[in-house]
C-alpha cells in the first residue's frame, strides 16, 4: 500500500514537475522575447525620432527647395557646409552610426558622396523602388537596398522621404540613417535562453533582416502567413519540421514591416527536465522510507480525531454551521479541530462579507470599463493642433483648444459616471466639431432628441466611440464625399433609445453577424470601444439593456442604445 502510492506519486510528480519547468522554461523565454520586443521598440522610435526631426528641420527643406538655376555658388558652398555640420552631429547618437542626405541632382555639392549625395545615385535601387510603387514616406531595409551595396557594410539602414513643406506630393529629397546591424543582433541573442534556440528578424518580403544563428537552418520558416498568424497569438505555437517538435513565437514590431521570431527546440527543454529526474528520485526514495516507518505509528492515533473532523464537514456541507468538535490535544490535529471551530462560528459572518465583495468587485469593475478611454483621438488632436501652429493658423488653434478643452471637460464629469442626456449630446457634438477640423466639415451631425428626455441620464462616454466608429469605418471607408450621422431619441414605457445612424460603407455581413451574436471579442479596432459600451450598460442595468445593430454594406449602419429612465437628480452619481 505505501509502494503502489509511491510509484504513482513518483509517475505524476515527474510528469508536473515536467510540466512546470517546460511552463518555466517557455515563460522565461517569453518574458525576454517580450523584452526585446519593447527594447527593439525604443530603438527602432529613438531612430524613427530622428529622422522626423531631420525630414521637418526648417533649415535642410529650406535648402532643399532651392532652384538650382538660380542657386548661387557662394550659397551652395555655405549650405554644404551647413549640412556637412549639422548631419555629423546626429552621428554622435550611439544609435546612428552614418547619415546620408539624397539632394537635387543639378546641386553642384550633389556628388560630394561624404554626406551629400545625387538622387541619381539612387536609381533603380530596391529602397526607391519601394518609396516609388508603395507611395511610403520610410522604408527599412539592409545594405542591399542601395545601389552603393557593400557585403563589408554590415548595416541597417531607414530610408526616409523628405516633402515639399509646400508640396506634400513632391519628394524634395531622402535620407537615409544607417545602424550598425549588431544593435539589432545583440538584443535578439538575449532571448536564447536555452541551447539550440534561434531568433531572428524577418522583414514583409521574407527577407532575413538578421538572425542570432545561422540563417541557413531557419529558411524553413519564411512562410509569411504563418508568422502572422503566429503573432496574433501571446504564447509560443506548438509545430513540427524534420519530424522535430518545436516552440515558436513571433510578434509584430511597430513602426517596420518587420516580425521578430523565436524557435525553441523541444529537444532543448527535455534535456533540461531530465537533468532534474535524478534528484527527484533521489527524494522520493529518501521521503518514502521515511513515511513507510512513520506511517504506522502516526495513522492510530490519528484515525478517530480525523473521522469526527471529517464528519463535522459533512455537517457544514450540509448547511449545518452548529456542529463544534470537542477537542482534548494540542498536537496540529487538534489545531485543525480548533480551526474547525473558529471556522463555523465565522462562517456567517464570512458570507456575508463575500456578498458585499461582490457588490465591489462589480463597481469597480465597472469604473475600470469607463476609465478605457481611447488615447488615440487626443494624439491626433494635438497633432492637428501641431500642424496647426506650423501653419501659423491662430484663429483655429484657439478654436480647436477651446473646443478639446469643454469635450474633456464633460468627458471627466467632476468624476460622476452617469450624465444627462444633454450633456452626452452636448459631447457628441463637440467630438464630431474636432473630427471636421481633421476632415474639413466632412460630416454633418443632425440631433433630433426628444427634449423631454435630456434630463435622463446616461453612463458618460456612450455616444462617442460609436461615432468615432462611424466616422473612421463608415464616412471616412466609403472613400472621398461627405457623410451625415443622425441622432435619433425618445423614449418608451419604461426605457430610453438612442438610435446612431450614419449613411457610410457599412458593415460586411460577417462583420455584422459577430455584432449581432453580441461576439464583440473578435472585432478589433473601433469594435473593442463598442464592446466596452456594451458591458458598461450590461453591468450598470443588466442582460436586458445594450447595444444592438442594423447595416446595409454600402449604405450606412444603425447602432440602437437600449437604457432605463433614471432621472437626473442632485444626488446622483
Request: aromatic share 10%.
Amino acid at each position: 500500500m505505501i509502494l503502489v502510492p509511491l510509484t504513482t506519486l513518483f509517475g505524476y510528480t515527474y510528469t508536473k514537475m515536467s510540466q512546470i519547468i517546460e511552463s518555466n522554461i517557455l515563460d522565461s523565454t517569453k518574458q525576454a522575447f517580450d523584452q526585446s520586443i519593447d527594447f527593439l521598440t525604443y530603438k527602432i522610435y529613438r531612430i524613427f525620432d530622428i529622422s522626423n526631426s531631420l525630414a521637418i528641420d526648417e533649415n535642410i527643406t529650406n535648402i532643399l527647395r532651392n532652384d538650382p538655376d538660380s542657386y548661387l555658388l557662394s550659397n551652395q558652398i555655405g549650405d554644404l557646409a551647413y549640412l556637412r555640420l549639422f548631419l555629423s552631429a546626429y552621428e554622435n547618437d550611439s544609435d546612428v552610426s552614418n547619415i546620408s542626405l539624397y539632394v537635387n541632382n543639378n546641386f553642384i555639392y550633389s556628388n560630394d558622396n561624404k554626406h551629400i549625395f545625387s538622387m541619381d545615385s539612387l536609381n533603380n535601387s530596391k529602397a526607391i523602388n519601394i518609396i516609388n510603387t508603395t507611395n511610403s514616406r520610410f522604408v527599412w531595409g539592409t545594405s542591399n537596398y542601395f545601389n552603393n551595396y557593400n557585403k563589408s557594410l554590415d548595416y541597417i539602414s531607414l530610408f526616409k522621404t523628405v516633402k515639399n513643406p509646400d508640396n506634400f506630393a513632391e519628394d524634395i529629397g531622402y535620407l537615409k540613417l544607417n545602424f550598425n546591424k549588431t544593435l539589432i543582433e545583440d538584443i535578439i541573442t538575449k532571448i536564447n535562453s536555452l541551447p539550440n534556440t534561434i531568433s531572428y528578424i524577418i522583414n514583409s518580403e521574407g527577407i532575413i533582416i538578421c538572425s542570432s544563428e545561422n540563417t541557413d537552418d531557419i529558411k524553413f520558416l519564411t512562410d509569411l502567413d504563418k508568422i502572422q498568424s503566429y503573432s496574433t497569438t501571446n504564447s509560443f505555437i506548438t509545430t513540427s519540421h524534420n519530424s522535430k517538435k518545436l516552440y515558436i513565437k513571433s510578434s509584430s514590431i511597430d513602426k517596420t514591416d518587420w516580425y521578430l521570431v523565436t524557435i525553441l527546440p523541444e529537444s532543448s527543454v527535455i534535456a533540461k527536465i531530465n537533468s532534474q529526474r535524478i534528484y527527484l528520485f533521489l527524494i522520493l526514495i529518501v521521503c518514502g522510507g521515511t513515511s513507510i516507518a512513520l506511517a504506522f505509528y502516526f495513522v492510530n492515533s490519528i484515525n478517530k480525531r480525523l473521522s469526527k473532523v471529517i464528519s463535522g464537514m459533512r455537517c457544514v456541507q450540509s448547511g449545518d454551521f452548529n456542529h463544534f468538535i470537542e477537542n482534548d490535544s494540542n498536537d496540529e490535529l487538534g489545531e485543525l479541530i480548533d480551526s474547525y471551530n473558529y471556522m463555523i462560528g465565522k462562517m456567517s459572518i464570512l458570507i456575508e462579507e463575500q456578498y458585499k465583495l461582490g457588490k465591489s468587485v462589480k463597481n469597480a469593475e465597472l469604473k475600470a470599463l469607463q476609465s478605457q478611454i481611447n488615447p488615440h483621438f487626443l494624439y491626433n488632436t494635438l497633432d492637428m493642433i501641431n500642424w496647426m501652429s506650423y501653419k501659423k493658423m491662430n484663429k483655429e488653434i484657439s478654436v480647436a483648444v477651446n473646443t478639446l478643452a469643454k469635450f474633456y471637460k464633460l468627458s471627466l464629469n467632476k468624476g460622476k459616471d452617469l450624465v444627462s442626456i444633454k450633456d452626452e449630446l452636448q459631447h457628441s457634438n463637440l467630438y464630431v466639431n474636432i473630427q471636421n477640423m481633421r476632415y474639413n466639415n466632412r460630416i454633418s451631425l443632425r440631433i433630433n432628441v426628444d427634449e423631454q428626455i435630456y434630463n435622463y441620464l446616461i453612463p458618460k462616454i456612450t455616444l462617442q466611440p460609436i461615432l468615432e466608429n462611424a466616422i473612421n469605418h463608415g464616412i471616412l471607408g466609403k472613400g472621398e464625399g461627405n457623410g451625415l450621422i443622425s441622432i435619433l431619441g425618445y423614449s418608451t414605457n419604461s426605457d430610453i433609445v438612442l438610435i446612431i445612424a450614419d449613411d457610410g460603407i457599412g458593415i460586411k455581413e460577417d462583420k455584422l453577424n459577430l455584432l449581432l451574436s453580441n461576439n464583440l471579442s473578435s472585432v478589433k479596432g473601433s469594435g473593442y470601444g463598442l464592446k466596452n459600451i456594451n458591458k458598461r450598460i450590461k453591468l450598470l442595468y443588466g442582460e436586458n439593456y445594450g447595444l444592438s445593430f442594423e447595416s446595409n454594406y454600402g449604405y450606412g449602419t444603425k447602432v440602437k442604445i437600449t437604457i432605463p429612465k433614471i432621472e437626473k437628480t442632485d444626488k446622483t452619481f
